[in-house]
C-alpha cells in the first residue's frame, strides 16, 4: 500500500472544498495550500465564520433572504414601496439588483427555478407563499426578475398564468439582459436599463 503523500487533514480539507459549486481538484488544492499557508489566526477566524455562518443567518420571514434579523433590512426599511415586489430565484438576483441602484421596493426569493427533469416542481420553492402574499391586498405590482433561461422562463410563465386574474400589475425584466444569461453576472448599467424599461405581460 503507497503511503500517504498527502496529510489527511489538508485531503479532507481539499475535498471538501470541492463540493462548492465551480470548484474542482486543482483550485481546492490552492485554495486550501493557501488556508494552510496563511497565519493561524487567519485559519481560526475563516472556521469561526464557517461555524457561525447556519446559528447567525435565517430566512426572512417575509421576503425568504437571508438575513441576521426577521425582518430583512429590505423588508424592515419604511422608505421602501411595499405594494411593489420583484420576484427572483437566489438570493444573489437579489444583490445583483441593489447593486443597480435605481430599484426601491420589496422583493421576494423563491429559493429555485421549475425544473421537472430535477423534480422542481411549485411545492419545491415560495410559490404559495408568494400567492399568500397577493392575497394579502397590500401588493399592487409584481415584477418578475427571473433569468432568461429556459427554466427562468418556465417559472415567470407559470407565475404569470397563476397571478394573472390577481388585481395586481405584472411585469417584466425588458431589455438589457441577453437570453441565456443569468442575471447576478449582468454589470450594473445593464440591469438598471432592463428594471427603467420592465414592460406588462400580456
Not at 421549475?114 to 394579502?136: F, H, T, W, Y
Not at 400589475?169 to 424599461?197: F, N, Q, S, V
Request: neutral net charge.
Amino acid at each position: 500500500m503507497s503511503p500517504q503523500v498527502i496529510p489527511q487533514a489538508l485531503d479532507r480539507l481539499i475535498r471538501d472544498l470541492t463540493k462548492l459549486p465551480g470548484i474542482g481538484k486543482k483550485t481546492a488544492s490552492r485554495l486550501a495550500l493557501n488556508i494552510l499557508r496563511s497565519p493561524v489566526a487567519e485559519a481560526r477566524e475563516l472556521a469561526t465564520a464557517l461555524n457561525e455562518l447556519h446559528s447567525s443567518i435565517q430566512l426572512c420571514s417575509c421576503c425568504f433572504t437571508f438575513s441576521e434579523s426577521d425582518p430583512c433590512t429590505i423588508c424592515g426599511d419604511h422608505r421602501r414601496d411595499a405594494s411593489l415586489v420583484c420576484v427572483v430565484e437566489q438570493p444573489g438576483d437579489l444583490l445583483a439588483i441593489e447593486k443597480a441602484g435605481n430599484y426601491h421596493g420589496h422583493y421576494h426569493i423563491l429559493h429555485g427555478v421549475l425544473s421537472p427533469m430535477d423534480g422542481i416542481g411549485p411545492q419545491e420553492i415560495k410559490v404559495r407563499e408568494l400567492e399568500a402574499r397577493v392575497n394579502s391586498g397590500t401588493i399592487k405590482e409584481i415584477f418578475i426578475a427571473t433569468s432568461s433561461t429556459v427554466p427562468g422562463e418556465a417559472t415567470a410563465s407559470y407565475l404569470i398564468d397563476r397571478l394573472q386574474d390577481k388585481a395586481i400589475l405584472l411585469t417584466r425584466l425588458a431589455c438589457g439582459i441577453p437570453m441565456g444569461m443569468d442575471i447576478k453576472y449582468a454589470d450594473k448599467h445593464t440591469l438598471a436599463r432592463a428594471i427603467e424599461t420592465r414592460c406588462k405581460t400580456t
